[in-house]
């Protein structure tokens, strides 16, 4: 980690449980701008959306949010946010923000953020780190939009690490740096683009009927030229990645919800459970 001293910490951990019901309920402790906005139920009891605000807005060279997720054996959490996270010009040191989360067994996550966007001239670390007990599963999305082009700012000076692990299945770690031209527009890198996305789907078990369900999969992405879907097994189970790269953060997006929308139905029996927060 950065030894660059934290100028503002923020810290929530949120824990969910079951109850005797079967309904999931939320229990939130945090320390600094970094809060629990609300729980939702609209799928039912059994099935919590809680949604994450930091009310900053961003962060900026000095700043630290850790995110704790503890999911109990049989608990179902949707976590998201109502807006991206940004990671500002930095001007002192590395900003940073670690999510971690141990899915209990039985459990399902759902780690479903908006967009992370880096802003050029940023310093910044954005870490995931995903743990599953037996019998448990989860998803996860991360949609990385470089500079603002749009606004005629491109990513032109600037890092960030992107660090997604589900624990003993898939890592994924690398620094995306503005200096990087042959990873940033190189035929084996972005190719000029710069939106990446990501969707994992990870359990601790093999999958079923895995050659069909990827051959839908992909047929959803057949109008997206830079895409790609894969499965991994290993011994601890199995994992569906699910990869878009683009120039615009919505196209990328909606292409994921596509993707994962299908795969929930699939593979847990659900339907595509957009967050209402998505939608205003």
Not at 24 to 34: K, Q
Not at 111 to 137: D, K
Not at 153 to 177: A, K, N, S
Not at 206 to 222: F, G, H, I, K, N
């Amino acid at each position: 980690m950065s030894a660059d001293p934290i100028r503002w910490p923020a810290r929530l951990v949120l824990t969910a449980a079951r109850d005797g019901a079967g309904a999931t309920r939320v229990h939130a402790r945090h320390d600094g701008p970094l809060r629990l906005l609300k729980t939702l139920y609209p799928e039912g009891a059994g099935i919590a959306h809680a949604v994450l605000v930091h009310p900053p807005g961003g962060l900026v060279g000095g700043d630290r949010l850790d995110i704790q997720l503890d999911l109990q054996a049989g608990a179902h959490l949707l976590v998201t946010t109502p807006a991206a996270t940004r990671f500002y010009r930095s001007n002192a040191g590395e900003a940073t923000q670690v999510v971690q989360a141990n899915v209990g067994e039985g459990a399902r996550l759902e780690w479903l953020p908006q967009e992370t966007l880096a802003y050029p001239a940023c310093i910044a670390r954005n870490e995931v780190r995903l743990s599953l007990a037996a019998g448990a599963s989860l998803f996860a999305t991360e949609v990385l939009g470089l500079g603002l082009p749009a606004a005629g700012q491109p990513f032109d000076t600037g890092r960030l690490l992107q660090h997604l692990e589900i624990t003993g299945q898939w890592l994924d770690r690398g620094w995306l740096d503005a200096a990087d031209k042959a990873l940033l527009d190189g035929p084996c890198g972005l190719a000029g683009h710069r939106v990446l996305g990501t969707l994992a789907y990870a359990q601790t078990v093999a999958l079923a009927e895995v050659d069909a369900l990827l051959t839908d999969s992909r047929a959803l992405l057949q109008d997206v030229p830079k895409s790609g879907i894969t499965h991994l097994a290993g011994p601890r189970g199995a994992v569906l990645l699910a990869r878009v790269v683009g120039d615009e953060v919505e196209a990328v997006t909606l292409a994921l919800r596509r993707v994962r929308a299908l795969w929930r139905e699939r593979l847990w029996s659900l339907q595509a459970g957009a967050p209402r927060i998505w939608a205003t």
